[in-house]
């Protein structure tokens, strides 16, 4: 069995799907169930027997330590986190909470329980810890993509949460031993994301005749991969990634906030259309800009391709697409999240105009 924790946010409910789409192995979803955590999300699971959810916190020593040794996984992945940034600069205590003290208890539960293993089963077992290109900084735009060499470099709350959280990793394994990998990846995209980030959070305001708000001037640059793609380089990660290495994943699809917008506006247009025959442009606006904003992510994914043979499969003409169409056909999806507590939101991040 494998312990997944963060189960129920974006990437982790796609992992668990993409998982057990071509799996029997079990997955045990530990999730604290925050505002971004939704178990509708596994709701097709339900029944299956394959699939078993705990309810809490990954910094619950008590918890994490009877799970693992009632359960035994063979490996943990740690999906869970505080994961936007906006909502790291306007409060970051629960993301030094969830991110810092979270993984480092995670961590700690799980050196106990690994120490206690005997013979083949402590010589495969893995922890992989999810983490993200924003600890490397940002770059100009005529700087080379990150490479795993890159000196570390975090500029907002949550990039620095993720990286103290990457050096705890990489110091159990210095220090203890313990089986560890990490992944360092670009921004995902794709069904189930919760409609404060860029993508979603456009194709609702889009299909809601709100304003599409751009911070600055929209030519910040990332690096987008479609999040199934994500999961796949995750699956490959844990079957042969060296152990102690860390992998950056990204998709080779640097583009700037304008351009996204407007290519999801011109698949609205004709998906979508609307009735008086004017663009979904008309409604992008540009707003006061994220304060710290990195200019620019790229990921050199060329490692990963060497060693484990993943590149991503999709292009960011067919994800986009793909995504779009999901939002467009998940409609109640969507309204069940964008509740009382995503309105409260909206208003403190962009104030009345949203
Ligand atoms: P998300 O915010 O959609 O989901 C996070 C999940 O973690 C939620 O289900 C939430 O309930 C759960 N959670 C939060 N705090 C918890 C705690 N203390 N204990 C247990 N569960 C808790 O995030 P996401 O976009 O799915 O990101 C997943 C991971 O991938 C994160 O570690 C993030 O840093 C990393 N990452 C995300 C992206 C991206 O573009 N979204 C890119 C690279 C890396
Ligand atoms: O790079 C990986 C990271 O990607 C992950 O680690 C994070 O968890 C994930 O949230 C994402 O971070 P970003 O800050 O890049 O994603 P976000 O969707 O918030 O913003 C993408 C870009 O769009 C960024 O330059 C800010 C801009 N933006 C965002 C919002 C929400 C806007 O212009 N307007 C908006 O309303």
Not at 172 to 193: E, K, M
Request: glycine share 10%.
């Amino acid at each position: 069995m494998l312990l997944v924790t963060g189960g129920a946010g974006f990437i982790g409910t796609n992992f668990i799907h993409s998982w057990l789409r071509t799996r029997d192995e079990p997955i045990l979803n530990l999730d604290s169930l925050t505002y971004a955590g939704n178990l509708e999300n596994l709701a097709a699971l339900s029944g299956d027997r394959r699939y078993i959810f705990a309810h809490g916190d990954i910094g619950d020593a008590n918890l994490v330590g009877e799970l693992l040794q009632s359960y035994k996984p063979r490996a943990v992945l740690n999906f869970a986190a505080e994961s936007h940034v906006d909502r790291s600069i306007a409060g970051p205590e629960s993301f030094i909470q969830t991110n810092v003290v979270g993984t480092f208890r995670l961590l700690d539960c799980v050196r106990a329980y690994w120490g206690g293993m005997d013979g083949g089963r402590r010589e495969s077992f893995r922890f992989l810890h999810v983490s993200t290109d924003e600890v490397y900084g940002s770059l100009g735009s005529d700087d080379p993509a990150f490479t795993e060499a890159n000196a570390y470099c975090p500029n907002s709350p949550y990039a620095a949460s993720k990286a103290s959280s990457d050096h705890l990793v990489r110091a159990y394994r210095h220090t203890y031993g313990l089986p560890v990998v990490t992944t360092n990846c670009s921004n995902n995209y794709g069904p189930y994301q919760f409609p404060e980030k860029l993508i979603p959070l456009l194709v609702h305001n889009a299909l809601t005749g709100k304003a599409l708000p751009i911070y600055g001037d929209g030519q910040n640059v990332r690096d987008w991969l479609y999040v199934e793609d994500h999961c796949t380089a995750i699956q490959r990660v844990l079957e042969e990634g060296t152990i102690g290495d860390t992998y950056n994943i990204g998709g080779g699809n640097e583009k700037t906030n304008l351009e996204v917008a407007q290519t999801l506006c011109a698949i609205l247009d004709e998906i979508r259309p609307h009735a008086q025959g004017k663009s979904y442009r008309e409604q992008i606006v540009f707003v006061a800009d994220r304060p710290g904003h990195d200019r620019r992510y790229a990921i050199d994914a060329s490692k990963i391709a060497a060693e484990l043979g993943w590149r991503p499969a999709e292009s960011f003409e067919s994800g986009i697409r793909k995504t779009v169409l999901w939002y467009v056909e998940n409609s109640a999806w969507v309204s069940g999240v964008t509740s009382g507590a995503y309105r409260q939101w909206i208003r403190q991040q962009y104030g009345v105009a949203l």
